[in-house]
């Protein structure tokens, strides 16, 4: 009966422990995750500045459709990159 009850007993610590080095794991993985979200909507946000400010621009010399087909061109351009980068990255 006493070997059962330090099996348990070993049993219960093993599983504290275990829990907790996957608790301080997960925190770290949820502020990691956190972080990377905030990056992304601010370089999307940056983007979308980017391509405002160029429509802007080439609107001044070029009027307001070349200036639509050019910032449009760019955008894709930017998707199709990004686009590469990740499926490079995934294979």
Do not use: H, S
């Not at 059962?4 to 275990?18: G, Q, R, S």
């Not at 907790?20 to 983007?47: E, H, P």
């Not at 639509?68 to 294979?91: H, P």
């Amino acid at each position: 009966m006493k070997a059962l009850t330090n099996y348990i007993t070993a049993l219960t610590d093993f599983l504290e422990a275990e829990l907790n080095a996957f608790r301080v794991k997960l925190v770290k993985t949820v502020i990691a995750t956190a972080i990377v979200l905030c990056a992304g909507a601010f370089a999307l946000w940056g983007v979308g500045l980017f391509m405002a400010a160029l429509f802007l621009f080439v609107m001044f010399y070029l009027g307001p459709t070349l200036a639509a087909v050019i910032t449009g061109g760019a955008a894709l351009v930017i998707a199709a990159v990004v686009a590469g980068i990740g499926l490079w990255l995934a294979r």
